[in-house]
């Protein structure tokens, strides 16, 4: 049973536009919710995050939203850029019960010029 | 350089065969982990250490063998490759273990391919 979903495996976006990705998970135990970055042959590079104590967390053209009653993730870049294709991984991560950081199956992004 | 490098970055081997993925990271990194990606399934984990000669099971570590003798290396081996295991491999380190609020640092990965 998988406790993080991205349930959009792609998503197309024209340069300059808003690219909203979204993410839901199952328990409420959470701590912190982060974001990942990866391009083709590389690893993952950590994107942003946000603690469960706050709603918004913002980073240049990035902002993270975080819904705990609804156990809702969004990531929103604006303006997206033809080097925002990639595929973003939403993840979660908190110490209660032993939990480590557990990803979701990931969004690939195209933004077209 | 510093930072956290694998290897080899691709590797065909043999079903049945012992094969060994290395991970070496130069920041001092408390904990170090080992996640498979599949299509579908995203990162899952297979092995994680919290430091040298403690190591502890994730979501998938059935089929593979860490060890952790300095706190700089992490490598995992399976045992005798099964196709199932064909996978991109992903080494990573953190200072913090289920916290990540910063984040962890991953390496570039290894493509392996059981045949």
């Known amino acids: 049973d998988q406790q993080v979903k991205q349930n959009s495996p792609s998503l197309s976006v024209q340069e300059g536009r808003i690219s909203i990705l979204n993410c839901d998970y199952t328990n409420s135990m959470f701590d912190y919710f982060l974001w990942y970055k990866k391009y083709p042959a590389e690893g993952p590079t950590f994107l942003i995050s946000i603690s469960s104590i706050k709603d918004k967390n913002e980073d240049g053209r990035f902002t993270v939203f975080l819904n705990k009653s609804a156990k809702h993730l969004s990531l929103h870049i604006v303006p997206s850029q033809p080097g925002d294709s990639a595929v973003y991984f939403c993840?979660?991560?908190?110490?209660?019960?032993?939990?480590?950081?557990?990803f979701g199956a990931g969004t690939r992004l195209f933004v077209k010029a | 350089d510093a930072g956290i490098t694998q290897s080899p970055r691709y590797k065909i081997t043999e079903t049945g065969r012992q094969v060994t993925l290395m991970c070496h990271q130069t920041w001092s990194h408390s904990y170090m982990f080992w996640y498979r990606q599949d299509l579908g399934h995203g990162l899952r984990l297979i092995y994680y250490s919290a430091a040298a000669d403690i190591t502890d099971k994730g979501e998938v570590p059935d089929g593979y063998v860490v060890s952790r003798s300095k706190t700089e290396n992490f490598p995992l081996t399976l045992e005798s490759a099964t196709r199932s295991q064909t996978s991109v491999y992903f080494c990573?380190?953190?200072?913090?273990?289920?916290?990540?609020?910063?984040?962890?640092?991953f390496g570039s990965g290894t493509r392996l391919t059981v045949v």
């Open positions: 990573a380190s953190s200072e913090s273990l289920g916290q990540g609020k910063d984040g962890y640092t």
């Open positions: 993840a979660v991560a908190g110490n209660t019960g032993g939990f480590k950081t557990i």
